[in-house]
């Protein structure tokens, strides 16, 4: 197939050369044209993906005017925050009116909290979208290591084409149907990395890492159901699989966030010592909005929102935490 990848951070390129070395002709959109010679002339990213040699399926492009009429599926790895700008242009492109699109961004409009996909459907009403989620960090995948991931879509026959086109020996797709359950468990799960790495930033020890992710899950399932997601999704890869990876790997971006703010740097130092987008800061006032208006029950969300956006001490919301009313294990 031809297609193009927009967005040329770690995980877009991890997914342009994953499926370049498939056989597919890849365009990678860069949103710098150095990024893109660098790509194009030494076939290396070395910002987000160190140490990875790129196939040479894959051009890199940095403006749009550059996109082959050829495109026959496009993969959208942009950060959300940037998403609405590019969708704007890229719309433009008339030939592009009916690709189907995959959203890999685990993200939510900052200011709607809506999903990206309805983002993406608002600009591109004809096209077929489908979601790419799980415990997926490009670092490991871009190194060929075991991985599973799941695609949605609304219809099976788009799932059943494109679980082949993004398998490989080495990372294994699923499909399933629900994809509100499928992008609400990738939103929702970097409010709970954010708060893990808090925990552990602030050296509580693995039984609370433990207790918070597992109450964790529980917070989720209860909102993603109410949001119209299946319980069944919050239980797989999308959801207590990629919370998980987040919560505990060294690769989850939201995890580093929440660990410098338990060691006690400000948000805003936090964010800029990264140097990425950390999609979990701008997710949890959307997921702490979206849980207000459904009257589900979110202390974990509340505290880490109290927390990014209150200047609330993480030592009194933690005590906050324990404090309140007792109750049964599953209320």
């Known amino acids: 197939m031809n297609i193009l990848v927009i967005g040329a951070g770690s995980w877009g390129s991890c997914l342009a050369n994953l499926l370049a070395k ?146 490989t020996p080495y990372f294994r797709i699923y499909r399933s149907t629900d994809v509100k359950g499928i992008e609400y468990g990738g939103c929702i799960k970097n409010t709970y990395a954010i708060a893990a790495g808090i925990a552990a930033g602030m050296n509580l020890g693995d039984n609370a890492v433990a207790a918070l992710v597992t109450r964790a899950l529980a917070e989720m399932s209860r909102l993603g159901v109410a949001l119209g997601g299946n319980i069944e999704t919050f239980m797989g890869l999308s959801g207590v699989g990629d919370l998980i990876t987040t919560c505990f790997s060294e690769h989850s971006r939201n995890n580093q966030i929440g660990r410098k703010l338990g060691e006690g740097m400000t948000l805003e130092a936090a964010v800029a010592s990264l140097g990425m987008v950390a999609e979990g800061v701008r997710n949890t006032k959307a997921s702490y909005f979206i849980a207000k208006s459904t009257g589900i029950e979110t202390p974990l969300i509340n505290a880490v929102y109290q927390i990014l956006y209150e200047s609330k001490p993480a030592k009194e919301a933690l005590s906050q935490l324990l404090a309140r009313g007792l109750k049964t294990e599953f209320q």
């Open 22 to 167: 498939q056989g597919h002709s890849v365009q990678l959109s860069c949103r710098r044209a150095e990024q893109a010679e660098e790509i194009n002339l030494h076939s290396t990213n070395e910002k987000y993906l160190p140490k990875v040699l790129f196939s040479k399926n894959i051009e890199a492009i940095a403006s749009f005017d550059q996109i082959s009429p050829e495109t026959e599926l496009i993969v959208s790895a942009a950060p959300s925050a940037a998403l609405t700008q590019l969708l704007t242009e890229l719309s433009k492109l008339s030939f592009l009116s009916k690709t189907p699109i995959v959203s890999c961004t685990k993200g939510l409009e900052a200011e709607t909290g809506r999903r990206l996909s309805e983002v993406i459907q608002d600009h591109f009403p004809h096209n077929e979208i489908a979601i790419l989620s799980g415990p997926n960090h490009a670092e490991e995948i871009a190194q060929e290591l075991p991985a599973c991931g799941v695609i949605g879509a609304s219809h099976m026959d788009l799932c059943t084409t494109l679980q082949s086109v993004f398998s």
